[in-house]
């Protein structure tokens, strides 16, 4: 693991591979080790980043600062840091949310997005927990209270397993997501609430991904949504499409919110298959500049 200092918070990042850089981003709870089972399908052709988000895993833990404006931040100054853009971005959840807001902001920095179970206002709100949402949004100083008390608890390892049942689908049940020991250590992690609750209290300010319509400089994206999904609602995953208008999506039966654990080859697959269509849309529009200019 290799660190990047984003300020002064450490981000600590699995680094491997050769060919054009694809940055792996996690949902809110867990860590880079999401990745580890389509990682080997990547690695022999694309130069792989798989990090540990501000909050999360072995990286930094601050009492705030967990805003998705500052995740995009430290995109930026990582990618202009190492020089890598344009980039490739595979995210899942909040780590989606992070890629879709970098891209708005700055589409020349990527070349094509990956988008699994993308973390929005709506999305949430119509999952499971979105009851979370509402009372933060309907009673702040009694939410804020609550998050203060929930923010001290470290998550006993014997309950683990229930809070991954909950993520998993059909598929990650009968892989046994729900008992793996390097996913179930990513919720007993200190401070680990403390991180959730950041971020959950910042969603109203996800809600512009809602409404964003990509324009014709916006990179080539495609979403991936585990059918089963109960923390985000796939319902509203379809008509968020419908405003992003994605080159390509995929609806995985039986799959849930860790969906790259849960059905590994058919994601890397997808994953690849994508990523080198991205490649095909650069040197495409590489050369219609050419032409232009000429």
């Given amino acids: 693991m290799k660190t990047f200092y984003f ?89 989606s949310a992070m890629s879709l807001g970098l891209a708005a902001r700055r589409p020349q920095m990527v070349r094509s997005l990956v988008l699994m179970n993308p973390l929005t206002e709506a999305t949430f709100l119509a999952g499971m927990l979105g009851l979370t949402l509402r009372l933060r949004q309907r009673a702040p100083g009694f939410s804020r209270a609550i998050y203060r008390v929930l923010g001290r608890i470290r998550v006993p390892a014997l309950f683990t ?35 959730l609750l950041g971020v959950l209290d910042d969603l109203s300010n996800y809600g512009y991904l809602d409404r964003l319509e990509p324009g014709a400089d916006f990179p080539p994206l495609c979403t991936v949504w585990g059918r089963q999904n109960k923390i985000l609602s796939p319902k509203v995953g379809r008509k968020l499409n419908e405003t992003l208008k994605p080159q390509r999506q995929e609806w995985l039966e039986g799959c849930g919110h860790l969906l790259m654990l849960e059905q590994p080859e058919e994601v890397a697959f997808i994953v690849r298959e994508f990523l080198g269509e991205g490649e095909h849309h650069e040197k495409k529009m590489l050369s219609q500049n050419k032409e232009v200019l000429s």
């Avoid at 988000?53 to 009492?63: C, H, I, Q, R």
């Avoid at 689908?169 to 680990?192: I, N, Y």
């Fill in 7 to 95: 300020g002064e918070w450490p981000i600590r990042y699995r680094h491997a591979g050769k060919g054009p850089p694809v940055l792996l981003l996690h949902n809110g709870g867990t860590s880079h080790v999401i990745w580890r089972e389509i990682w080997p399908y990547l690695a022999d052709d694309y130069e792989l980043f798989a990090f540990d988000l501000l909050g999360y895993g072995d990286s930094a833990k601050p009492e705030s600062g967990y805003e998705i404006d500052r995740y995009i931040d430290f995109l930026i100054e990582f990618i202009e840091h190492h020089r890598l853009a344009p980039v490739s971005l595979v995210g899942n959840c909040m780590g």
């Fill in 161 to 195: 397993p229930l809070v991954l049942r909950f993520q998993i689908g059909a598929h990650g049940k009968s892989r046994k997501v729900h008992r793996d020991p390097q996913v179930r250590s990513c919720f007993t992690v200190p401070g680990l609430m403390n991180s």
